[in-house]
Structure formats: structure tokens, C-alpha cells
């Protein structure tokens, strides 16, 4: 496999050992390789990927150096929901749920109806949780406590209940 020589060959091994991405790097090793003299199946057995993904790589370094390896950006899907739309929706899912709502917490099966009912837009579930972690919301919920409870009382009951759960000495071998 015939490389251009825009680099050294110790210059593409420095490149893709110091790659941060991963998918970058192993194109790069691959055009090293190639460099060094190695057939394509050789390079294929090395580093796994296929023989027409190799001659691809090669081919996009030809044109245009390491340059060309790299990911072109992708625009994707345009989002359902407008910015202003996003910004009411932060201080929807912010001020909590309401009585009318009729639960506890929003989550994303709540958020996926409010989505519809309140912004007129359908998401799927994995869609909203998508745009939650876009708009920087994680998973995680506090447990809920009761209005009414005592926390002092809850702790004085910690210190002084008894454990239920007793260990065994024996071991239970499972069936195979």
C-alpha cells in the first residue's frame, strides 16, 4: 500500500500515541502501519479492522493528510422543543409538580406527558431523557419524606432496633 509522505513515520507514531480519540488514533495507527511497509492484511490481523476500512484510511490520508481522518460534525435530528420552549421548560420541571399533576415527583415518564400536554411535542422516553441530560438534569431524585415525620424520633429508633438479619455459618452451594 503506497502512503504519501506528509509525515514520518516516527511523526504517525507520535500522532496516535497521543491521540485522545480513540477512533482518530486508530485510523492514524493504521496509516503508520502502512507506512512502515505492511500489507493490508497485515494491518487488518493487527488491528482488527477490515480490509476496506484500512484501504479507506489510507486513501483519506492520500488526499489530505491527517487532516482528512478526522470526523466530519454531524448536525443531527433538530430538536422538538425551541429554546424559549427549553426555558420554560427548565422552570416547569424546577418549580416541581403541581397539585393538578396529582404526584409526588416528576420523572421521565411524567415529563414525556407534560411534554405533550403542556408543549404540544412527542418524545419518546429515551428521547426525553436525552434532553434532560442536554439541559444538565441527571437521574437521581431524593427520597421523599413524610411531611409529618420526626427526624430526631427516627434516629433514636436507628440506635435502638434490633438486627433482623442473622448470618450463616454454613455456605449454600449452587445448583449447576
Not at 105 to 134: C, D, K, M, T
Request: net charge positive; charged share 25%; proline share 5%.
Amino acid at each position: 500500500m503506497k502512503v504519501k509522505d506528509y509525515h514520518t513515520a516516527s511523526q504517525l507514531q507520535k500522532f496516535y500515541l497521543s491521540e485522545k480519540n480513540a477512533k482518530l488514533a486508530h485510523r492514524i495507527q493504521g496509516v503508520y502501519l502502512a507506512s512502515k511497509g505492511l500489507t493490508c492484511p497485515d494491518i487488518v490481523a493487527i488491528t482488527g479492522f477490515s480490509r476496506r476500512t484500512i484501504q479507506q484510511w489510507i486513501a483519506k490520508y492520500n488526499k489530505g493528510n491527517i487532516n482528512a481522518l478526522k470526523d466530519s460534525p454531524r448536525s443531527g435530528q433538530p430538536s422538538k422543543v425551541s429554546k424559549q420552549q427549553e426555558k420554560d421548560l427548565c422552570k416547569r420541571i424546577e418549580a416541581g409538580p403541581t397539585q393538578a399533576d396529582g404526584i409526588a415527583a416528576l420523572n421521565g415518564p411524567v415529563i414525556r406527558q407534560l411534554l405533550e400536554r403542556e408543549f404540544g411535542v412527542v418524545y419518546s422516553l429515551w428521547g426525553v431523557y436525552h434532553l434532560l441530560h442536554r439541559l444538565g438534569y441527571s437521574c437521581l431524585c431524593p427520597r421523599p419524606q413524610h411531611e409529618n415525620s420526626n427526624p430526631q424520633r427516627q434516629a433514636e429508633l436507628k440506635k435502638t432496633s434490633q438486627k433482623r438479619w442473622i448470618k450463616s455459618n454454613q455456605s449454600i452451594q449452587a445448583e449447576k
